[in-house]
């Protein structure tokens, strides 16, 4: 297997070697698509779990006296009903209210927070929320210090349990606790990106591979198996989550993408609010939706949809459906 030396690696490059994983470039990480097959080790999510690296996303540390504040701006989700534990889902908006990205706000401490963003849009994210940093903070990128794994599925709490002391059962959807997981300190997050219970574990880089073996090893008898970016966009698909570049960017507002829970209009003024505020949800022409088509086609993004003879929409993300 050759390898591309133009592209980034995580710290489980080696393991995916290990396995024999189809390797190819993603946002400029050289990342695994598949292991033994992307119908397979869908199913093998959807049934019992499936372990993803996904390492490659990025984390910024916002610090200090007015960081809840500078959040509060920059996204739309209301930053200050998050306790230390939690987290959530929110974005970062332009004046026009459409997509620089989706991310994850978790909070830390009382002043310090975690935000997870796509692999694509790290330089750009970060560049757009220094731009906008004042006030009482520290804004770091701190990418390099995180490795993550993603253990997805129905088994993935008794799998893990083997692994940790942390009460799994107390961590509630979006919600973390700091523990440890086969003697490595980590934090243990209830979130995914497949329509599974499941569980993301930040850990640091050295400690990664070796309790992602582990993980393989104690789960291979429940049916766990390593799961590739192929089955991750069938699986968020299939549970209509949304990717950046597909259902949501820069021409796209939250009203548009159906995720209008995620915007706290009652909470004060942030980036975009104005703009989102003058087109309310009830006056959108246009809204994503999901459909089903027969036969053995797929719509792949980009494609038309005709209704009577006319275009009435575009398709973001197809797929054939394994499950």
Not at 196 to 211: H, I, N, Q, R
């Amino acid at each position: 297997m050759s390898e591309d030396l133009s592209l980034r690696k995580t710290p489980l490059y080696a393991c995916h070697q290990e396995a024999g994983a189809r390797l190819v470039g993603f946002a400029g990480w050289e990342m695994p698509v598949q292991y033994a097959g992307l119908m397979e080790e869908h199913r093998a999510v959807r049934g019992a779990a499936g372990l993803f690296d996904v390492s490659h996303m990025g984390e910024f540390s916002v610090r200090g006296p007015e960081s809840e504040a500078f959040l509060q701006r920059l996204t739309p989700n209301d930053v200050s009903k998050l306790q230390p534990g939690r987290a959530h889902y929110s974005a970062l908006l332009t004046e026009k209210g459409t997509y620089v990205d989706d991310l994850l706000v978790y909070r830390l401490g009382e002043q310090e927070f975690l935000v997870v963003v796509n692999a694509a849009n790290i330089d750009k994210d970060f560049q757009w929320m220094r731009s906008h940093a004042e006030g009482d903070l520290d804004l770091e990128n701190v990418s390099d210090r995180y490795a993550l794994l993603a253990l997805q599925g129905p088994r993935a709490m008794e799998i893990l349990e083997d692994l940790t002391e942390t009460d799994l059962a107390a961590i509630r959807y979006y919600r973390f606790a700091f523990g440890q997981v086969d003697g490595q300190r980590a934090l243990i997050s209830r979130t995914g990106y497949t329509g599974e219970d499941g569980f993301e574990l930040y850990l640091s880089p050295e400690a990664a591979p070796a309790v992602w073996r582990k993980l393989l090893e104690v789960g291979a008898d429940r049916g766990l198996q390593p799961a590739g970016l192929g089955a991750r966009d069938t699986l968020r698909l299939e549970a209509a989550m949304a990717l950046y570049g597909h259902e949501i960017d820069d021409t796209t507002t939250p009203w548009e993408a159906g995720l209008d829970w995620t915007v706290k209009m009652a909470k004060g003024d942030f980036i975009g609010r104005e703009a989102l505020a003058a087109s309310p949800p009830e006056r959108v022409e246009r809204r994503l939706v999901g459909f089903e088509i027969s036969g053995r086609g797929i719509a792949r993004q980009g494609h038309g949809v005709v209704a009577g003879g006319e275009e009435v929409g575009r398709v973001t993300s197809g797929t054939f459906s394994p499950t």
